[in-house]
Structures are given as structure tokens and as C-alpha cells.
């Protein structure tokens, strides 16, 4: 249960994120809902991380956290907000994906 939570935390990371880059794209109110939106995800996304610490190594945890976090926002960076892409990108979004797993099966 705590991965599951684990990973809906970073989920959130990836949501503040985009909210974040929305807000920018935004003026008057809508930035203000993008930020209101940011807010929530965050305080979502750090009440589960703290939740899951309880249970699981904080390195590990942190660790994955951030990782589901920087995946997902590069992936909605090119698909939501059409940042380039090419092998290098993918290459590295790949080996950090592959990172995450491996944290994964060598924690308890």
C-alpha cells in the first residue's frame, strides 16, 4: 500500500508542476486557479510523502518521489507544453526510469 501511495505522491509532484507551467502561460484569475491548483497538489503530494516515510526508508522514498516527479513532468514538458525531444532526452528519462525500478526491488 505504501508504494501505491508512494507513486499517487508523485502523480501530485507532476500535477503541482504542470500547474506551475499553466500559471506561467496564464493572466488575472486563471493564473490564480493554476496557483490555487499548484497548492493543492503540493500539499497532497507532501502529506502522502510523509505518510509513506512512516513505513519506508526516507532515502528510497525521497528518492522515487522526485524521480515519478521528473518523469512525469518531462513527459507532460513535451506532450502539454511541446519542449523538444530527441535521443539524449530520452536516453537519460529512460536510465532514470530504470533507476526508480531498481530502488525499488532493493528496498525492504
Known sequence: MN???LVIA??????FATC????????????????AGFTICLSISMLLLIKVTQNL??????AVWTGIGAV?????????FNEAI???????LFTLIASII??????H
Open 20 to 35: 506551475l507551467g499553466k500559471a506561467k502561460e496564464s493572466d488575472g484569475m486563471v493564473a490564480v486557479a493554476w496557483y
Open 57 to 62: 526508508p526516507i532515502g528510497t522514498a525521497y
Open 10 to 15: 508523485g502523480l501530485f509532484e507532476v500535477g
Open 86 to 92: 530527441h535521443f539524449w532526452r530520452l536516453f537519460f
Open 102 to 107: 531498481g530502488l525499488k526491488f532493493v528496498s
Open 72 to 80: 512525469g513532468t518531462v513527459l507532460v514538458g513535451i506532450f502539454v
Open 3 to 5: 508504494w501505491i501511495l
